[in-house]
């Protein structure tokens, strides 16, 4: 069984750690306060109180948690890529910047450095099904597989480090622009005298049907359903559109769709 490290067992966190020790991993987890070791404990893992013992002889490290900057003080200002053996995978379940995970491989060429973003939710994780979005080497992703097998599927190998953060980077624009583009629907409606919940239902049955408009018809509101994931969207969003930025680009046609979910 593979020895994993974990950093991170919040919302999106805690089932993976509890699908990694169900499968057999031993499993190291971060645990700054006695609550937070107890919560771990009873997701059959071994809670630690420092990074460096959450590295301490592990095959993979997992880092998930909510923003880039949390990714780059965790693995660039502290003890815990410095304290991993060689030839560990890092894997950064975060959603953030590619430049990150680029950076960090760049600076500890001793470890693999795997960007896993995930597209789901802690249902799909405790199921075993949430689809991870990974960029890295052939061999870090193979040396990550067994772990991050445990709660992804599929595993889609996009390309080289930063990769994988670039295409869920373009799938949460996407994402935006969609829901967007059904709030837009929904204006249109209301100025034509059309119910928002028969305009939604009917329209999940016809050519316009899409996931995105399934998600928003079981919300009840496009108004609901943005006021439930705008703060996660907004924040992937602003990485999207520094990325961009850096390459002296914009979201062109895309901008003013996402503009209605990220304000």
């Given at each position: 069984m593979t020895?994993?490290?974990?950093?991170?067992?919040?919302?999106?966190?805690?089932?993976?750690?509890r699908r990694l020790a169900e499968a057999g991993?031993?499993?190291?987890?971060?645990?700054?306060?006695?609550?937070?070791?107890?919560?771990?404990?009873?997701l059959g893992a071994i809670p630690v109180t420092e990074l460096a013992a959450v590295a301490d002889d592990?095959?993979?490290?997992?880092?998930?948690?909510?923003?880039?900057d949390q990714v780059r003080e965790i693995c660039l200002d502290s003890a815990l890529v410095v304290h991993m053996k060689p030839g560990a995978a890092l894997v950064l379940h975060t959603?953030?910047?590619?430049?990150?995970?680029?950076?960090?491989?760049?600076?500890?060429?001793?470890?693999?450095?795997?960007?896993?973003?995930?597209?789901?939710?802690?249902?799909?994780?405790?199921?075993?099904?949430?689809?991870?979005f990974v960029g890295g080497s052939d061999a870090g992703v193979a040396r990550a597989r067994p772990a991050i097998g445990t709660y992804g599927e599929p595993i889609l190998h996009a390309g080289p480090t930063g990769a994988g953060q670039l295409v869920k980077l373009v799938n949460n624009t996407l994402f935006a622009a969609q829901i967007g583009l059904v709030a837009e629907g929904v204006r249109l409606g209301s100025r034509l005298g059309v119910d928002e919940h028969a305009l939604l239902?009917?329209?999940?049955?016809?050519?316009?049907?899409?996931?995105?408009?399934?998600?928003?018809?079981?919300?009840?509101?496009?108004?609901?359903?943005?006021?439930?994931?705008?703060e996660f969207i907004a924040k992937d969003i602003a990485v999207v559109r520094a990325t961009v930025a850096d390459l002296d680009g914009d979201l062109g046609e895309l901008e003013r769709l996402i503009t209605a979910v990220t304000h």
């Open positions: 020895r994993v490290g974990f950093v991170g067992a919040g919302r999106m966190g805690a089932p993976m750690v991993h031993t499993v190291r987890v971060l645990g700054r306060t006695d609550e937070k070791r107890a919560e771990i404990a009873e592990a095959d993979v490290v997992v880092v998930c948690v909510f923003t880039d959603t953030g910047s590619p430049k990150t995970a680029q950076s960090i491989a760049a600076r500890f060429d001793h470890v693999e450095v795997v960007d896993a973003p995930v597209s789901g939710g802690p249902h799909d994780i405790a199921a075993g099904s949430v689809t991870l239902s009917a329209l999940t049955h016809g050519s316009a049907q899409s996931r995105v408009m399934s998600m928003i018809t079981a919300a009840g509101s496009a108004e609901l359903f943005i006021s439930a994931v705008g």
